[in-house]
């Protein structure tokens, strides 16, 4: 092989390189389960709706190491019944802003059977005793309006803050 088609092969194989990894984040960057969710519950981006939906508000959830996430609006009957539903979850979480308006940034789903998962999306396990004062359930969170850096479906995002709530 000369030397001027060993470049063309290796010039080749970057570009595949290149558009391989331009695909795969792609790919990472949708997710179905949170465009769905985002079409069935944007009614929520008006908290009034959570609260005629049957949803009260509990504390602004910081991570002990950082992050937050933000102030869970929870609906009793929905928690009672371990129905999962895309379109009712058990709880919608906002982020307080520094105006005083709570915005929108995701849901939590929420059951005591399990394991349980979600249009194939595993839930965790949290055990009792716990800082809700719940027995044993499993809950997936879906970052749905605001991007996690940690996951679409972890607990804590580092991108939230409960901090506006300081002096309320």
């Not at 508000?57 to 009672?80: D, E, F, R, W």
């Not at 929108?104 to 979600?118: D, R």
């Amino acid at each position: 092989m000369t030397i001027r088609n060993w470049a063309r092969c290796l010039v080749g194989a970057s570009a595949a390189i290149i558009l391989l990894t331009a695909g795969a984040a792609t790919a990472e960057t949708v997710n179905p389960l949170a465009e769905k969710v985002r079409a069935l519950d944007s009614r929520f981006e008006d908290v009034a709706v959570a609260k005629a939906e049957g949803y009260a508000p509990i504390p602004c959830a910081s991570g002990l190491t950082g992050g937050a996430m933000g102030i869970h609006y929870v609906n009793a009957a929905y928690l009672k019944d371990d129905a999962v539903d895309v379109a009712k979850p058990e709880a919608v979480m906002y982020e307080p802003m520094a105006d005083g308006t709570l915005k929108l940034i995701a849901v939590e789903y929420i059951t005591s059977k399990g394991p349980a998962s979600l249009e194939g999306h595993l839930f965790n396990f949290n055990t009792a005793p716990n800082r809700y004062g719940l027995g044993p359930f499993y809950e997936l969170h879906v970052w749905a309006w605001k991007q996690n850096p940690t996951g679409a479906f972890a607990d804590m995002n580092p991108n939230v803050s409960c901090d506006a709530m300081k002096g309320m």
